[in-house]
């Protein structure tokens, strides 16, 4: 409220006003300040979800306003865990670019791309947010932060992919660009880009230098979001050292930037930062063994994620608290995980984290169904055929060790995918089939003769011979023939 006290913007026309407070409340998104910039864009956008009120309003007030709603949605809705918050954001993206093209104003219609990149990007749609950064780099041919905004974007969907090499290029052959944009928040940005593709391809290089380099370029972006004041942003920097940390094997670090992590988060009450965090602080208790504590932590990240509504984060955290109930020897609960994160990530066209997911399953699952586990070798193979991470080609390498691929039959791929899914069971079919196994075995262990299995069984001789007649008919061949006992002579005499 005392935000806008402080703007008195009754002097100026109904145009420039919409136009000054899109302006400001942009300013304080920018520095994570979600709440201040929700306020100041009360007077003509009431809540989310709703349109803002562009009565009077001219075409060009009308976009930049609609513009503005789009972005604070997409952004205050994924920190208020609000499920339909992408979808409305791209709903007032979207018209808003429709009003830009008709202003035939590229450079506009390009910036409202980029958004909707984001959008797709938060929501895991990769392949869709590539198309949308792409679409607005080929508009954005002027240096600046626009273009800087839409490379970086390109950069981390390649980075979320695993497309490392492509992610660094983006970066490596802009680079002259992100050392002349002024903006800290960018700057920040590409600093903490350029280091999470360092920590990637470090394995590959064998290079401790590019860890170390690494680290060095987080530093720097806590510096640039410092300078920005954007409490948020220095916390997700501090989420990526504490993991960075943890990959180092030095345990006691990675907790502490963790710890900082979760503080600015809880700061600035972004409940989706916070589960991010503990998703990474359950990664770190595994790391050390500890697993019931990164079980819990874990299972909490992951219902945070669930009830935000971003799929893509969600099947992270779900593949974490597997990791962590298989190493707590709970297999069922843990195998039900991998194969949530393997349907979501179908679901949402994320192949590369359904591949990671299925290969997750593989090395963690003991028992797991023979088909189930050459299915999920194959897909894990499709799936990741275009990563470039030197340690997910190792894990593969090592997971084709577990399997009996000759036992794999020729199925449609949509059968292959299918059998990765927690499909519905009957029942009643598996209690049928449960019942045949335990006589079929006690058939076994006696030759056949059924009133010894009825006995090992616990049931009537009359019993069991119903079960078999009625239930299981084709396991009469494996039991003793019935001998028909002869009428006794009285009787028949009787009968005459």
């Keep these: 409220m005392n935000t806008l006290a402080k703007l008195d913007t009754s002097h100026l026309p109904a145009n420039a006003r919409a136009l000054y407070l899109c302006d400001r409340a942009l300013e304080l998104k920018e520095r994570g300040e979600f709440d201040a910039a929700r306020e100041v864009m009360r007077p003509l956008w009431k809540q989310l979800g709703e349109r803002p009120d562009t009565e009077g309003l001219n075409p060009v007030a009308t976009a930049e306003l609609l513009l503005c709603a789009g972005i604070l949605t997409s952004w205050i809705g994924g920190q208020n865990q609000i499920k339909e918050a992408d979808e409305w954001a791209r709903d007032l993206l979207t018209e808003s670019m429709r009003l830009f093209e008709a202003e035939t104003d590229a450079k506009k219609v390009a910036q409202v791309q980029t958004e909707i990149g984001y959008c797709y990007r938060r929501a895991g749609s990769f392949d869709e947010a590539r198309i949308w950064f792409t679409d607005a780099l080929e508009k954005l041919i002027l240096e600046g932060n626009a273009r800087a905004y839409a490379l970086l974007g390109l950069s981390v969907v390649e980075w979320s992919l695993s497309r490392y090499d492509e992610s660094m290029k983006v970066l490596t052959d802009n680079a002259t660009l992100f050392r002349k944009i002024t903006s800290h928040s960018l700057k920040g940005f590409y600093h903490n880009q350029l280091a999470m593709v360092l920590r990637n391809v470090a394995p590959s290089y064998r290079r401790e230098a590019y860890y170390k380099r690494a680290i060095r370029e987080y530093e720097a972006a806590e510096l640039e979001f410092k300078l920005a004041r954007n409490t948020l942003f220095r916390a997700d920097v501090n989420n990526n050292l504490g993991f960075l940390f943890c990959k180092l094997s030095r345990f006691r670090e990675a907790h502490r930037y963790l710890q900082e992590a979760r503080r600015l988060a809880l700061l600035v009450r972004n409940k989706v930062v916070v589960a991010q965090i503990d998703d990474t602080r359950a990664q770190v208790f595994i790391a050390e063994k500890r697993h019931a504590e990164a079980e819990a932590v874990a299972r909490a990240a992951a219902a945070s994620l669930r009830r935000s509504g971003l799929q893509g984060l969600l099947i992270d955290a779900l593949i974490t608290h597997g990791i962590a109930l298989a190493r707590l020897g709970k297999s069922d609960k843990a195998e039900f995980n991998f194969r949530e994160a393997i349907e979501i990530a179908h679901q949402i066209d994320v192949l590369s984290k359904a591949g990671i997911a299925s290969l997750t399953l593989i ?77 079929s075995q006690a058939l076994g262990k006696v030759d056949g003769r059924i009133v010894y299995a009825a006995n090992l069984l616990g049931i009537s001789y009359q019993n069991l011979a119903h079960r078999i007649r009625s239930r299981h008919p084709d396991l009469l061949n494996e039991r003793t023939p019935i001998r028909r006992r002869p009428r006794k002579q009285g009787n028949n005499a009787a009968g005459n």
């Design 363 to 439: 090395e963690e699952i003991d028992q797991l169904a023979p088909d189930a586990l050459a299915h999920a070798y194959r897909q894990a193979g499709d799936w990741l055929s275009n990563s470039q991470s030197e340690e997910l080609l190792l894990r593969f390498k090592a997971a084709g060790t577990k399997l009996a691929l000759e036992l794999l039959r020729e199925k449609e791929a949509k059968e292959e995918t299918r059998t990765l899914f927690n499909l519905p069971r009957d029942l009643t079919n598996e209690v049928l089939k449960f019942e045949r196994d335990l006589i």
